[in-house]
């Protein structure tokens, strides 16, 4: 039996390890360079970037089939759960738009732009 040091299989490991360190590095990066334009939304960046993780991996998850051997009661439940994110992120940018119409109207600058 080949060990994984000799198949070559760790080397591939620690590539994908690189890999994964890398990309949660840089989603750090891009979470700060989102967080500093929220202007009066920033207490909602952090629950934001956590959704978009669940809901990215989620795609993941379909595309890689993880989720083919799952109940259907599972899969509705996890379905309700991203509809429901989708509606809040609908929800806050609706609240936004009225904020910087309500702005606009009273000739008043964006507290949401401001920084």
Request: some cysteine.
């Amino acid at each position: 039996m080949r060990t994984l040091l000799a198949s070559g299989r760790l080397a591939y490991y620690y590539f994908l390890a690189a890999i994964g360190g890398t990309l949660w590095f840089v989603q750090f990066i891009f979470y700060e360079l989102g967080h500093a334009d929220m202007g009066n939304f920033k207490f909602i960046s952090w629950g934001i970037h956590m959704a978009m993780l669940v809901f990215f991996s989620f795609v993941v998850g379909l595309v890689f089939r993880e989720w083919q051997q799952c109940q259907r009661r599972t899969i509705g439940v996890l379905v309700s759960g991203l509809a429901i994110m989708v509606l809040s992120f609908g929800l806050i940018t609706n609240g936004s738009l009225i904020e910087e119409r309500e702005s606009v109207k009273n000739g008043v600058p964006s507290a949401a732009k401001s920084h």
